[in-house]
């Protein structure tokens, strides 16, 4: 498979949880024969740079302005998204360019994100742009109980995909069995949200409404009453 993950926020000064696990992840996807795309809005904190790449996927950094309003860059990054095909969309954590550019992107393009914590961070814009969704995937099952609340999304349409695995004995597995289960799981995941894609090819939508968080042109009263028709 061809995967391409996208990170907005891993430049920061501070790391979370999902950025820690991040490097691994991808590790572990290259591991297994794909061809891992990472993209970033900048270099990648120093602290993960090298783990990055150790990790063997390909680095793109400063694919659009960082300073520019999403009517602007987000055309761009789907452009290059569209011209490199991936099998997989995956936003892994982004408040910005990651959502915008869903409805911009090739049907055939499987579309998935990873709700790392319980929390409106990731609800909100998995809910706004959950149309163009193909897949969710909750690392918890109260990540995945809020999709369903709180981003309105089918309970068909969400994944639960913990590090948590049991051995075949049925005892906790040692680090390595479960990292491995875990990547096993991500694979069948990303297999399902392409047949999916195939399935079901969601439309795209060039004037889709902007989410309130991102940095836009438009002011705000435009953008929310975009939204109200919308709806």
Not at 47 to 64: F, G, M, V
Not at 174 to 193: G, L, V
Not at 199 to 227: C, G, I, Q
Request: charged content about 25%; some cysteine.
């Amino acid at each position: 498979m061809k995967i391409a993950v996208i990170d907005t926020t891993i430049d920061g000064a501070t790391l979370g949880e999902a950025h820690l696990f991040l490097p691994e992840f991808l590790k572990g996807l290259n591991a297994k024969g794909n061809e891992v795309h990472l993209i970033t809005k900048g270099a990648p904190n120093e602290k993960i740079l090298r783990q990055i790449e150790a990790s063997r996927a390909i680095l793109h950094t400063d694919l659009w302005r960082a300073d520019g309003f999403v009517e602007e860059t987000a055309p761009v990054l789907a452009a290059w998204l569209n011209e490199l095909n991936p099998d997989v969309y995956l936003i892994s954590v982004s408040d910005d360019i990651g959502w915008v550019v869903l409805p911009l992107l090739n049907p055939s393009i499987a579309t998935l994100t990873i709700g790392h914590e319980d929390s409106e961070y990731f609800y909100l814009p998995a809910r706004h742009y959950r149309s163009f969704l193909t897949r969710v995937i909750g690392t918890s099952p109260e990540v995945c109980v809020g999709y369903v609340l709180s981003s309105v999304i089918e309970k068909e349409k969400i994944e639960w995909i913990s590090d948590e695995e049991e051995s075949n004995e049925g005892e906790p597995a040692n680090d390595e069995t479960r990292f491995w289960k875990m990547i096993d799981h991500y694979e069948k995941c990303f297999q399902k949200a392409i047949e999916d894609a195939a399935n079901s090819p969601r439309a795209t939508y060039a004037d889709y409404p902007l989410l309130e968080t991102v940095r836009s042109r438009l002011p705000m009263w435009l953008r929310r009453l975009k939204a109200k028709v919308l709806k």
